[in-house]
């Protein structure tokens, strides 16, 4: 009876851990020493300003550099969005504070439901300030299952 | 005789080395995975355009990195200046092809005229298209000199 009884419990279980908020997203404490693969600045009345307006820096770990190679990136990739204020002087654009660290965790098993890809964004690379949390479907997901990308992946490596 | 005739020959052998081109400086072939420094955009209008007009990207090896914790830079530091095209569209500076790779190296019994630093910079980025040869000393060792430079640094490092 026991068994029986608690099947349904702990289907009950399953689906209310499926039904609540994705695990969270580890903050990526060595990024800065992982391989910086591009950068992109984005200015004044570009769409995406008032959420990555900057300096934008993309760096990826061990596994993720494997993935640009191939169409699927491994389980363990971790992709780096770092926006950094950019201040505009003297005919130049130097970085500022950071504004915001978006990461992007390749666990298939933990996120499910967002192609593989768990999302964050920290404010201000602030590890205690995630944004995302549970919104990461209407967040980053939408945009990020676009046609034009590669596993979800926008960038492309550079020399 | 063979020796003391000898003397003045390897006397005259050293001085014509010193007199000749600084010994190359090596082309850093794993300069992409180093640390990402810092980046900053240069704009046309900007004094140094001409040379390093675009998106720079510093990069430092292991002994550089404990360099910039110091105020003198370990023996086998490197220190990267690696300008890219500036692509400006729709609101967004992207990058383009590497236009100039500008390379430091320390070594004091190598590049002793030069602060014990070696000077190159690698036309688009190509090893057999150095710039700079037996020219450091007035291409770059002068601006290298001034005051606010650490042991000839100008950039800091940021998180």
Chains 1, 2 share one sequence.
Request: one cysteine or more; hydrophobic letters at 40%; charged letters at 20%.
């Amino acid at each position: 009876m026991r068994l029986t009884a608690s099947c349904p419990v702990l289907l009950a279980l399953g689906l209310a851990a499926s039904a609540e908020a994705a695990p969270p997203v580890p903050y990526p404490e060595s990024f800065r020493d992982w391989h910086h693969v591009k950068s992109v600045v984005i200015q004044p009345g570009h769409p995406l300003y008032a959420g990555v307006g900057g300096i934008n820096h993309v760096y990826a770990n061990a596994p993720a550099m494997k993935g640009y190679a191939g169409n699927v990136f491994p389980e363990g990739s971790v992709l780096i969005f770092d926006t950094i204020e950019a201040r505009e002087a003297d005919n130049a654009i130097s970085e500022g504070r950071r504004k915001m660290l978006g990461v992007m965790v390749k666990d298939s098993g933990r996120y499910a439901d967002t192609g593989g890809w768990g999302f964050e964004n920290f404010d201000a690379g602030k590890p205690d300030r995630p944004l995302v949390g549970d919104k990461a479907d209407a967040m980053c997901f939408g945009c990020h299952s676009r046609p034009g990308t590669r596993d979800h992946v926008f960038s492309r490596p550079r020399d």
